[in-house]
């Protein structure tokens, strides 16, 4: 029962275009979404956040896009950059309950290895 | 400030062995989390912990693996009898516990090859 799915196992781009990372959820209930980065031999790295919330949330040169009708959420990178080869890991994140008896964990997807060609 | 530590980096076991991993997480940080990475799949999340309250060990795999924090920091990931199909990379996580808990802070793994 995978709840959160990346259907692309990798993503080739040319350097300063544009990278879309795209990730799929089953489960509604999710509080957030969340990018996380990792590159070979190293943990994943938190990158960028999204509120069940909202739509949209930018830093820099990351945006992710929420769209909720559909259960779908994307990942832009403009301009891309070598610098940001790596899998890319989308994740759902369900806060504690308020009565202390659930936990807070990360569920994530399978990756996609983006590379980003000078 | 140190981040996340792990060790060993790498550990090649016989099948049938047990191994321990150990996880030391960043200072202050009161949630700790083991994960798992198989050759291509996605992290599996195994075991949280949170302070003094009773693990979520809902990821275990199986009666083999078990856990530990001892003294709410330095964490013991133990798998016994390994299998091959114990082989990947086994990563360790903190955080702190809010509104932002979701932004947890990786070690580098342990990579387990069960031979």
């Known amino acids: 029962d995978q709840q959160v799915k990346q259907n692309s196992p990798s993503l080739s781009v040319q350097e300063g275009r544009i990278s879309i990372l795209n990730c799929d959820y089953t489960n509604s209930m999710f509080d957030y979404f969340l990018w996380y980065k990792k590159y070979p031999a190293e943990g994943p790295t938190f990158l960028i956040s999204i509120s069940s919330i909202k739509d949209k949330n930018e830093d820099g040169r990351f945006t992710v896009f929420l769209n909720k009708s559909a259960k779908h959420l994307s990942l832009h990178i403009v301009p891309s950059q070598p610098g940001d080869s790596a899998v890319y890991f989308c994740?759902?994140?369900?806060?504690?309950?308020?009565?202390?008896?659930?936990?807070?964990?990360?569920?994530f997807g399978q990756g996609t290895i983006l590379t980003v060609h000078p | 400030g140190a981040g996340v530590s792990q060790s060993p980096s790498n550990k090649v076991t016989e099948k049938g062995k047990d191994v321990e991993l150990r996880c030391d997480p960043i200072s202050g940080h009161t949630a700790l989390y083991w994960y798992r990475q198989s050759l291509g799949q996605g992290l599996e999340f195994l075991i949280y912990f949170q302070g003094n309250s009773a693990p979520d060990k809902s990821g275990l795999p199986s009666d083999r693996f078990s856990a530990e924090r001892t003294g709410g920091s330095v964490s013991t990931l133990t798998i016994q009898r390994t299998q091959q199909e114990d082989s990947a990379v086994y990563l360790c996580?903190?955080?702190?516990?809010?509104?932002?808990?979701?932004?947890?802070?990786f070690g580098p793994g342990t990579r387990l090859t069960v031979t």
């Open positions: 994740a759902s994140y369900s806060a504690p309950s308020a009565g202390g008896t659930s936990y807070g964990k990360l569920t």
């Open positions: 996580a903190s955080s702190l516990v809010g509104d932002r808990a979701y932004e947890q802070y």
